[in-house]
């Protein structure tokens, strides 16, 4: 029976390796000596992470449904079965409340636990656990017992799979104190933040995008090294603008780059700003870049209301940058319905590059 649903999950959370990895061109001219940068996807990266911080420190473990011997629903976890054995690397029943009752009681007895969500949706199962449990206990112990524990996966619309599995849960877990949220884009996103959430000692949730998996990026020589991490908390300014901001995270900062390469033919320069760490916040970078740009739009995939964007902009009018902006902020957010299963549909109801290079023109009155 166990068996017989997980390959129902799989067949259901299969999807196609879509999405645009950011086109990196060759640099010109004569360089001495050029740092050695290689073509990494985002699902190599996650298991280079993983493999880093299990070698590293022998507290550390993963569990969830099919991460041993079938090496992950998305092949994230391939070969850690082989090589860190069952003690470390264990596969689960089809159980999200037990399983991520265990990793939470593991990481209060001084374990540092990744737990493995075939996706977020799933996490609904387990979401007291991850709140009340991992996310509460620091506070209501007094400081006494940390919960160094990573809960990751992947998050948002893939390709459909209808409403049941196409969330978006960065506003969800954003809103609780007590957790850290992050959400990578890159490859190097992907692969710093993760070893810096297994490395941190509060609980922190990881929403990953399962059409990102198989996007390759470049990877500097930086990031290939054992010790690179990503700091939570704070944002990357992937493109710099001067004409608008747009802010975003996950898949969505790959089609603020792809709009900000259209229009800057049209001379208008977009400052792309990649969240990066959706809790806490890094509202210092977008207010920096809304005094420099006097423009705000804001992109996700998720639902409207109470969303990431509409915290951003909360933020922004109750703060300094306020008084620089030129025109209201807008929101580019899914749309307020459960996600439909027909491809067209399932298309509209996401923010699309046409619709960023729409929202920027009307912004900026052009």
Same mark, same amino acid.
């Given at each position: ?5 997980? #390959? ?18 060759? %640099?010109?001219?004569? =360089?001495?000596? #050029?740092? #050695? ?20 420190? @022998? ?13 992950? $629903?998305?092949?994230?976890? %391939? ?8 003690? %470390? ?29 075939? /996706? ?31 809960? %990751?996966?992947?998050?948002? #619309? ?16 954003? =809103? ?72 975003? =995270? ?33 509202? @210092? ?12 739009? /804001?992109? @996700? ?33 899914? $749309? ?31």
């Amino acid at each position: 029976m166990a068996a017989a649903a997980g #390959a129902l999950r799989r067949l259901v959370r299969c999807g196609p390796q879509q999405g645009l990895g950011r086109l990196l061109q060759p %640099r010109s001219g004569i =360089h001495g000596s #050029a740092p #050695a940068a290689v073509q990494v996807t985002v699902r190599d990266a996650l298991n280079q992470a993983l493999d880093e911080e299990l070698e590293r420190d @022998e507290k550390v473990f993963l569990l969830g449904e099919e991460v041993a011997q079938y090496d992950g $629903a998305y092949k994230i976890s %391939r070969g850690l079965w082989k090589k860190y054995g069952d003690k %470390r690397i264990i596969d689960t029943p089809i159980s999200e409340m037990g399983f991520t009752g265990i990793a939470v009681g593991a990481a209060m007895a001084g374990l540092r636990p990744i737990c493995e969500f075939m /996706t977020f949706n799933f996490s609904m199962q387990a979401i007291d656990q991850v709140i009340n449990s991992a996310g509460k206990t620091l506070y209501m112990s007094a400081g006494m017992v940390p919960v160094p524990v990573v809960f %990751r996966g992947p998050n948002g #619309a893939s390709a459909g799979v209808g409403a049941q599995h196409s969330q978006c849960f960065a506003a969800w877990y954003g =809103h609780c104190p007590g957790l850290k949220v992050v959400s990578p884009w890159s490859s190097e996103d992907a692969k710093g933040l993760l070893k810096a959430s297994v490395r941190d000692d509060n609980p922190v949730v990881m929403l990953e995008n399962e059409l990102m998996y198989g996007v390759p990026f470049e990877m500097s020589e930086e990031a290939q090294s054992k010790d690179f991490l990503v700091p939570i908390g704070k944002a990357k300014i992937e493109r710099q603008g001067t004409h608008v901001t747009l802010v975003s =995270h996950s898949r969505s900062v790959g089609h603020c780059l792809e709009a900000a390469a259209v229009l800057v033919k049209e001379g208008v320069e977009c400052e792309v700003v990649n969240l990066r760490t959706i809790r806490p916040m890094d509202v @210092e970078s977008i207010e920096a870049s809304v005094v420099k740009t006097n423009h705000l739009i /804001t992109v @996700e995939g998720g639902w409207p209301q109470f969303g990431v964007g509409a915290e951003i902009c909360a933020r922004i009018m109750e703060g300094p940058a306020f008084n620089y902006l030129d025109a209201p902020a807008v929101r580019l957010t899914g $749309a307020d319905v459960p996600m439909p299963y027909a491809k067209v549909l399932e298309e509209n109801c996401l923010p699309q590059v046409k619709d960023i290079i729409f929202a920027v023109k009307k912004t900026l009155n052009i």
